[in-house]
Structure formats: structure tokens, C-alpha cells
């Protein structure tokens, strides 16, 4: 069976077709059959290989000055072999002091793809000349600035999987270096060439990729749907050879070298004749300067301490993570005042004003109530009586259930021999939505609110007053006692200021 890079002439001969994209396979071919015609070939035309006459190596030679890659020092390079695409002359330099040997090209297909190790190339997708180079290092390029901002990480209709990395225009607040990175032991590494300055965008791509390879993901947003910045991609290829690229940002080649040793060596494991031990003999104390020596043990002593500094935070994170999810309970029945209904609104409410000093009677309980409903909550502080109506709405309040609470005081009275010292109508209006964005209650019944304080002592409390008067006395910014007196003397709409509303009936 042939590779899919293998095609056959109309004379049934097998070509490689990418050495016949590459100009110098082209022209070494073109000699090389002109040679073989000169001294014999076979009826179909084939070269017999092996040999060149004088005009096809001077050719050769030609184009080997005009190309500039092919240097007779190249033939039989040291390992690991490497082929850079788009990258900078700093940057093939640093290469040079970690790499057997460096190659720089501007196309993949100026370059024989045996005659290399190894393919680094910038400004590129991860799978970008896999069929060529199973070996890849690979930067992504840099993240185009937006002219308006999009969120990127929700796949919507299609299936999510991607082939080219996106802008992400509106950036992750969080992003996570993974188990993986530290499995890998390059924790540190990504964190600082990888991560990306906050606020900043970048380029990322979706867990599922295409074409589909199994990912080590390195670098990736803390979002349900996140992208990866920074990622591991490989998947089995012909016989023996694994396609494997090693994806990063932009910024990452700031550390080149870094990235370089560290894929060298994921790579040895698997191809240890390809990348010999002293390939980074550069970077060995024994054949380095003292300051290089010096530098690369603070480096190492910076990276430990970093490490142990952000294993110490993590843990810490956790447990006041921990702690904040044991309060959820918690939080939700404190925010019962002002999202509930029916009777777990009454008894929120009851579990306010006791908080504040009252005593709170559920009136359902008297046995004067028990054939028919009256006020919801008889509130007492030391002699002094109010009569408490509870209501939740999803819509407004309504000035007919001041009705309900100013009967209850009838029969109180009757059964009492005395009034009851205040009647209180406690709504919660629009539970469903931020209580912020919450309107006034009874807004635009003013009338109905005077009177129902000037005839019978009545006040409304809406359940965020009563929510923020509760608050005040629990961070300590007024006693329970203060907070009584104001809700004993308010007459009309009660707010949940030091200093009350001017009543109705002044």
C-alpha cells in the first residue's frame, strides 16, 4: 500500500510527491534521470541512482548555493535535527545551543522532511505539516485584537471541534494550569511563559479538536466550556511513528530553550537514537560559565520556591473555598426574607424580628385563631403589641391586604379589651428578581398608607428594609435595641435608616 504522499505516473512508476514539491528534490531528480538516461536506464525511464554526471552536480551545487540549507556540513548533522519556520535569528541561536543541529527555512517544502528531527515552527495551527513532521513545536500566533468583544468557549449549534485556534476577545477571569503540567513537571513553565497578563487576550482552543488527537492539556480556562491555551496533541500514526505537537502561545517563545529541553526530552523516551543525551550538553554545569551556573540555580531556587508558594495558596484557597461552601446553607435561609413565599416567608420573617430582641407568636397557634385566619405573626417587645401580615408576590403589593391586618385588630380588641399598639404589613414584592431593581411598594398609594397609619397605628415594612436593618445589627452598626425602637416608632413606610422616615401622622 502506498502513503497517501506516494502517487504513481502514467508509466506506473511510484513518485514521492513531496519530494517533487520540494525544488531541490525536482532538480536533484531532473539530473539524476538525465544522468541515468546518458548511461542506461530501464524502459520506463526510471533512473538507475547512485551516481551523477558532471552537469548534474554542478547543478546540484548551484542550487544548493542559491537554496542556502543543503551545506555539505549538513549531510550527516548531529541529532537532534531541527527545521525552523518563522522564527527570528535570536531565536535560531538559542536553538543552536540546546539542538544537534538547526535548519531555518521559510516552507516546509524547501526541506527534505527525513533529513529532520524535529519541525519549530511559529505563527501555526497544531496540527499544521503533521503529515510531514511528526515531531512539531508549535506557537501559536498572536491574538488579533477585536473590534468588538465575543466570548469564545461556547461551541452553540456545531459540534465544538475546531482545527484553528480563536481570539478569545472577552478573557477568562480564571484561568488553571492542570494535574497534567504537573505530572509533567513543568508546572512552572507554563505558568510563566504561558499565562497570559490579566486582562489580556489570547488565543485558545475548544477540548475537542479536529483533526481528533488525544490532548494533554496544559493551560485552560476555568469556565464550563473552556478553551486551551496551552496543550500536548498526539495520536497514533504509521507503524512506529506517533504524531505529536506541543502547542503554545505566542508568548512561550520568550522561553524557547525551556520548551525545547523539555520536548527533546518527552520525545527521547519514545525516539532515544533521535535525541541523544548530549544534545543539551550547553546547559550542563560542567560546561558552563560560573554566572550561567549562578543564574540557572537561582532560576531552579525561584521556580522551587514558587512552586511551594503557590502549593501553599492552593491549599489555602481550598479551605476557605471550603469554608464559603459550608456557609451556602446558611446564606440561602438568610436570604429567605426576601425570596420567599407563603409559610416560609412568615417564618423567615418571624426569624428576623426574634433575631432583633422580639418576641414572635405564629398567630396560627392561638387558640382563638383556629377557625379563622387572622393577622400572620403577633410581635411583642415588653408589654407593647403589633399585628404582623406577611405576604409574598411576584408582582406588586396590593393595598386590599391592608384590609386583612386592620380586621385582625378588631378581634384582637374584642378578645384583648385593648388595642393593639401597632398593625404592621410586611410585603415582599417581586421575590423572583434582584431585590436592587425592586419597585416601592405601594408606590403611588399614598392616601391608602396615611391612612392606615393615622387611623390604626400602621406601618409597611417591606422585607428589604427589615433584610438591611437585620444587616446593620449583625455587622454591629446599630444594637437590637436601636433597631426595635425604630421599627416601634415608625408610622407609614419604614426604612431601615438610623434615622426614620417622618411618619404619616406628623
Known amino acids: 500500500m502506498r502513503r497517501p504522499e506516494e502517487r504513481r505516473d502514467d508509466t506506473g512508476a511510484d513518485h514521492d510527491v513531496r519530494a517533487e514539491l520540494n525544488p531541490l528534490g525536482r532538480l536533484i531528480k531532473t539530473c539524476c534521470h538525465e544522468a541515468s538516461i546518458g548511461a542506461g536506464a530501464d524502459i520506463a525511464g526510471r533512473p538507475v541512482l547512485g551516481w551523477l554526471t558532471h552537469r548534474s552536480a554542478a547543478v546540484v551545487s548551484e542550487a544548493d548555493a542559491r537554496i542556502g540549507f543543503m551545506s555539505v556540513g549538513y549531510f550527516g548533522a548531529p541529532r537532534p535535527r531541527v527545521l525552523a519556520i518563522g522564527m527570528s535569528d535570536d531565536e535560531i541561536e538559542v536553538m543552536r545551543s540546546a539542538s544537534g543541529s538547526v535548519v531555518a527555512v521559510t516552507s516546509p517544502f524547501e526541506a527534505h522532511p527525513e533529513e529532520h528531527d524535529v519541525l519549530v515552527i511559529a505563527n501555526a495551527e497544531f496540527h499544521e505539516h503533521s503529515g510531514l513532521f511528526p515531531r512539531r513545536l508549535v506557537f501559536a500566533g498572536k491574538p488579533v485584537s477585536p473590534t468588538k468583544g465575543r466570548v469564545f468557549g461556547y461551541v452553540g449549534s456545531d459540534s465544538g471541534a475546531r482545527s484553528s485556534a480563536v481570539t478569545q476577545n472577552s478573557p477568562a477571569r480564571d484561568l488553571e494550569v492542570t494535574a497534567d503540567a504537573g505530572l509533567l513537571a513543568i508546572e512552572a513553565l507554563v505558568r510563566r511563559s504561558c499565562m497570559p497578563s490579566p486582562g489580556a487576550i489570547y488565543k485558545g482552543l475548544p477540548a475537542s479538536v479536529n483533526p481528533a488527537r488525544d490532548a494533554k492539556i496544559l493551560l485552560r480556562e476555568r469556565l464550563d466550556r473552556p478553551l486551551t491555551l496551552a496543550a500536548i496533541f498526539e495520536s497514533d500514526g504509521w507503524g512506529d511513528t506517533r504524531d505529536s505537537a506541543i502547542w503554545l ?185 434582584d431585590p436592587s431593581q425592586r419597585e416601592t411598594a405601594l408606590a403611588g398609594r399614598d392616601d391608602d398608607l396615611a391612612s392606615f397609619a393615622k387611623e390604626h397605628d400602621g406601618c409597611l415594612i417591606d422585607t428589604r428594609d427589615l433584610f438591611a436593618l437585620r444587616q446593620r445589627v449583625a455587622t454591629g452598626e446599630c444594637t437590637a435595641e436601636e433597631a426595635r425602637a425604630l421599627l416601634k416608632d415608625t408610622r407609614g413606610r419604614f426604612t431601615a435608616e438610623l434615622a426614620p422616615e417622618v411618619s404619616a401622622e406628623n
Open 249 to 433: 502561545p505566542h508568548t512561550a517563545r520568550a522561553h524557547l530553550k525551556d520548551w525545547l529541553l523539555f520536548a527533546f526530552g518527552m520525545w527521547r523516551e519514545r525516539n532515544p537514537e533521535m535525541f541523544p543525551v548530549t544534545a543539551d550538553w550547553m546547559s550542563a554545569d560542567e560546561w558552563s560559565a560560573p554566572d550561567e551556573i549562578r543564574a540557572r540555580n537561582a532560576l531552579t531556587a525561584f521556580d522551587e520556591e514558587e512552586e511551594r508558594r503557590q502549593a501553599q495558596a492552593a491549599e489555602q484557597r481550598a479551605e476557605l473555598v471550603a469554608a464559603m461552601d459550608s456557609t451556602a446553607d446558611h446564606g440561602t435561609a438568610w436570604r429567605s426574607l426576601i425570596s420567599e413565599t407563603g409559610e416560609e416567608l412568615v417564618a423567615a420573617v418571624k426569624g428576623a424580628l426574634e433575631y432583633l430582641g422580639f418576641t414572635v407568636i405564629d398567630s396560627d397557634a392561638l387558640p382563638e385563631n383556629k377557625d379563622k385566619k387572622q393577622e400572620d405573626l403577633r410581635v411583642i417587645d415588653d408589654g407593647w403589641v403589633a399585628l404582623a401580615e406577611v405576604k409574598g408576590y411576584t408582582g406588586s403589593a396590593k393595598s386590599n391586604d391592608l384590609h386583612q391586618v386592620t380586621r385582625a385588630a378588631t378581634t384582637f380588641a374584642l378578645i384583648e379589651q385593648r388595642t393593639p399598639d401597632a398593625l404592621w404589613y410586611i410585603p415582599n414584592t417581586q421575590r423572583e428578581i
